[in-house]
C-alpha cells in the first residue's frame, strides 16, 4: 500500500495548493482489470493502486505529465506484443511509455521512448515514490494562481489518451 500513500501525498499537496483538477479521475471502464500478464500476476502494489486510483492523468504542462493507462489502451498499444505491459506514458505525445518488465524474477519498471528500451526503473513501489518527489519538487517551482487557473482550462483528457488512434505513430 506504500504506492497509495504516495501517490495521496501528491493529491493532498496540490488540494492544499487549490489545484486538485490537475489529476483527472477517468470514468470507470467496463473491462476487466487484468490481475496477471503472461501468466505471471502482475505486482501487487500496482495492481492496489489502480484498485484504488483506477488510471488517473497528471498534466502540470507538456513536460510534466503522467497518464496512467486503461485495459482498453494497454491491449491495444503496440509495445504490448513484445512481452512487456505498458500502464503509464510520461510524456504529452505519449512518446515515453512506462511498461512493466518480468525479469524471471520480478516486474521491474522499464522506461521505453517509442519503440526503444531506454532504461530500467526499479520496482513499482520505488519508480511512483520517485514520480511523486519529481511532481512535488516540481510543483513547489509553480506559482500557485497559475496552477489553480490552469487546471479548469484543461480538457477533460488532456493526454487524449481516449482516442482510439492515440498510439499509432509507435508502431
Not at 505498458?86 to 511509455?97: G, I, L
Request: include cysteine; aromatic fraction near 12%; proline fraction near 8%.
Amino acid at each position: 500500500m506504500l504506492s497509495i500513500s504516495q501517490w495521496q501525498r501528491l493529491l493532498d499537496y496540490l488540494d492544499r495548493m487549490g489545484a486538485p483538477y490537475l489529476i483527472r479521475q477517468p470514468i470507470k471502464e467496463h473491462v476487466p482489470i487484468p490481475c496477471s500478464f503472461a501468466n505471471i500476476d502482475l505486482p501487487i502494489e500496482y495492481m492496489q493502486f489502480i484498485e484504488h486510483y483506477g488510471y488517473p492523468t497528471l498534466f502540470i504542462d507538456e513536460d510534466l505529465c503522467l497518464g496512467f493507462l486503461p485495459p482498453t489502451q494497454i491491449y491495444t498499444h503496440p509495445l504490448l506484443p513484445s512481452g512487456v505491459y505498458p500502464f503509464a506514458v510520461c510524456s504529452s505525445d505519449c512518446q515515453v511509455t512506462m511498461v512493466l518488465e518480468h525479469n524471471d524474477i520480478e516486474w521491474m519498471v522499464v522506461v521505453y521512448e517509442g519503440m526503444e528500451r531506454v532504461d530500467s526503473e526499479g520496482d513499482f513501489v520505488s519508480w511512483i515514490e520517485s514520480q511523486v518527489r519529481q511532481f512535488l519538487l516540481q510543483l513547489m517551482n509553480y506559482d500557485f494562481q497559475d496552477l489553480q487557473a490552469r487546471q479548469f482550462s484543461l480538457r477533460s483528457d488532456p493526454l487524449n489518451l481516449c482516442s482510439p488512434n492515440r498510439f499509432a505513430n509507435l508502431g
